[in-house]
Structures are given as C-alpha cells and as structure tokens.
C-alpha cells in the first residue's frame, strides 16, 4: 500500500519570497509517479506539477519545482517568488498505476503582502 | 470549454433520499473516478472505472452506487443518504495506456449537504 505524509499543515511566506512544501511517501513500487495538485479558496483540483520516477532530472514549471529524492522518498515541492494567487492547499500525491491515486493529507499555504 | 464538469455544485438533501451527481468530461479519457473530500480537506479516491473495469474501494459502502452510460461519463448514485455522506465529491479522468499513469484533471466538486 502506498501512503504519502504531508507533515506541516499550514504555512506562510511573505510575496515575492520562496517557501518549500515538504512530501514524503511509502511504496514498494518500482515505477510510480507523483504529483503536486493546488487547490485554492475555488475549491478547484489544479495539477501544479507532475515527476515520473524514473526521471532523475526535478521537474519545474515557471515557478515551481520540485526537490524528488528517490531513495530518501521524499518529493518537495519549491514556490519561488510567491504570489497571493498562490494562497491555497497544496496536496502531494503518488500513484503507481490508474486505479490507485494517494493523496497526503494537504499543506495550508498563505501568501502574506 | 470546461474539460471536466459535475453538476450540480451544491447539493442540499435530507436524510434518506436517493441523489445523483452527474460528470461529463470531453478530453477523450478513458478511465474516470469519484473522491471524496471530508470535512478535514483529506481526499480518497472512491471508484475508477474504464470500460473493462470498476475498482471499488473496499471503504465505500454499497450505498454509492457509479454508473456510466458512455465513456465521457461516470454518474454517481448515492441511496438512503446519511449525515456523514456530507463531504465535497470530486470527478476525475485521465487517459489510460496499458499500466502507463497519466495525470488525472478534475471536476469543480459538488459540495453535498445532509440534513
């Protein structure tokens, strides 16, 4: 079974600062894949970023990337240059195959003027 | 041009009835699911459905009942609703390829309500 752990339930970070959201998870799978999903006040599911983890190389996205540490099974997502948009719940979440999507328990990030 | 939809987005219901939510997406997925979102924002996945297949998560119970009537489409029926049944419900698809994963989009919820 997979379990994905989330350990700081709220954050905050000041606009145009960087803020790290930490992501652990548990699997016995060879082949999975993680992801960062945002959801804002909207309630809106939005996928931030995505690994393989067969992929060596952090994935980024403008102004996120992530920190993917295969062996310590830890998944970090980085924020750069925060900005109030970016004020929601950030979920972590692993799968290893179509059926089986795991989410972590959320991160509460506000972005303070 | 909305790519996965649910209605409705509020849903307010007494103990006991029978609802349905409805989710329609048109990116050409195949596999679509059903989540519930609790009070505490923690997230688990309920079903996933292709056309070969339904997997059930042993949790549910038999009262949240999916049903398809195409590929673009996974209802959700939920009989004798209960107050713990009050939850957000998400829809997702992704599109399947053998045991490749790829990323699942989301519906906007609907926010059901028990009385």
């Known amino acids: 079974a997979q379990t994905v752990t989330q350990s700081q339930p709220e954050m905050s970070v000041q606009e145009a600062e960087t803020v790290t959201l930490s992501c652990t998870y548990d699997t016995s799978e060879s082949n999975y894949y993680l992801f960062w999903y945002k959801q804002p006040p909207s309630r809106q599911m939005i996928l931030v970023i995505r690994q393989e983890a067969y992929k060596q190389q952090n994935a980024t996205e403008n102004r996120f990337s992530v920190n993917f540490q295969k062996a310590a099974k830890s998944f970090s997502l980085k924020i750069s240059d925060s900005q109030l948009g970016d004020t929601a719940m950030y979920f972590c979440?692993?799968?290893?195959?179509?059926?089986?999507?795991?989410f972590g328990a959320g991160t509460r990030l506000t972005v303070k003027p | 041009d909305t790519a996965v939809s649910q209605t409705p987005k509020y849903l307010v219901t007494q103990m006991g009835n029978d609802k349905s939510i409805k989710c329609e997406q048109n990116?050409?997925?195949?596999?679509m699911y059903w989540y519930k979102q609790d009070s505490k924002k923690f997230l688990k996945i309920m079903f996933s459905y292709n056309n070969k297949e339904l997997i059930i998560n042993e949790t549910v119970p038999n009262r949240f009942s999916p049903k398809s009537p195409d590929k673009a489409h996974l209802n959700l029926h939920i009989n004798s609703l209960e107050l713990g049944d009050s939850a957000v419900y998400f829809c997702a698809s992704s599109h399947t390829a053998g045991q490749s994963t790829d990323t699942q989009y989301f519906g906007p919820g609907t926010r059901l309500t028990v009385l």
């Open positions: 990116l050409g997925h195949d596999t």
């Open positions: 979440a692993s799968v290893y195959n179509n059926n089986d999507m795991r």
